[in-house]
């Protein structure tokens, strides 16, 4: 059974950063692209940032461009954000998946952007 935990959110100034984290089990993590979604109140839950199986390629929602970088640990079946120059428009809680997203969601981990 698929498992996904999401930790690493919290509050922070804008312009502040984070890093979050996504422990995986239940699959073979090292054969799965991963991608991180994310869903501010009110709205549909969007994609941010996808990483291929090996690490080797990323990809990023124009939004968090040259702010944010996914990455992973496949010998930790880890996926990672590490966000900068955070702005409230990041506000939202934030989940990992497979990518394209699977049925199993974690329970998210929120980042609140706020002075």
């Known amino acids: 059974q698929v498992q996904l935990v999401e930790f690493g959110g919290g509050l922070v100034q804008p312009g502040g950063s984070l890093r979050l984290s996504c422990v995986a089990s239940?699959?073979?993590?090292?054969?799965?692209?991963m991608a991180w979604y994310r869903q501010a109140p009110g709205k549909q839950r969007e994609w941010v940032a996808s990483i291929t199986s090996g690490g080797g390629r990323t990809n990023y929602a124009d939004s968090v461009k040259g702010r944010f970088t996914i990455s992973r640990d496949n010998a930790k079946n880890t996926l990672y954000l590490q966000m900068n120059s955070l702005k409230s428009d990041d506000t939202a809680a934030y989940y990992c998946?497979?990518?394209?997203?699977?049925?199993?969601w974690g329970q998210g981990t929120q980042v609140t952007v706020s002075s």
């Open positions: 998946n497979i990518d394209p997203a699977g049925k199993v």
């Open positions: 239940g699959m073979i993590f090292s054969l799965k692209g």
